[in-house]
């Protein structure tokens, strides 16, 4: 914050600071700073735009993939996140269960899809059993009043 004191201007000693650390970075150039604050929702994502290999990033955002069901994504966050460093145990951990849960998730899809169409085949196999079974007692009536009217 900028306070002016009789006629001059004041910068905060934190402001001074910043602009100091800025003209290290890039001096000479026009200098667009990125504030990034760890309790903004995207902080991973901004922290990814500027280091696209940044372990810890990658992990984060894989994790709020997998927490909103989005598997393969997560997957493919996680695998970076080892890719970039192979001795970041827990984007390893992460991804060995994330491939053991969507294995499980598959498995458990295919028995229903089984199950469901096991009880298709089930109620259709039972309409030609009861058609025949109807038309035996067709049947059985017709010969009982043939024999009664004879």
Partial sequence: MNVHISGRKFISHTREKFLERTKKVVSGTHVNPLYIN??????????LRCNSNHVQALYQIGRKYEKQGQFSTAERYYARAVQADS??????????????????EYVRALQKEKAINKAKLTSLSLLPIMGFVLLGYLLVLLLLFGIVLH
Wanted: proline share 7%.
């Fill in 87 to 104: 001795h970041f145990e827990p984007a390893l951990g992460a991804l060995v269960l994330l491939r053991r849960k969507m294995k499980r």
């Fill in 38 to 47: 760890t309790a903004d929702p995207a902080y991973y994502e901004k922290l």
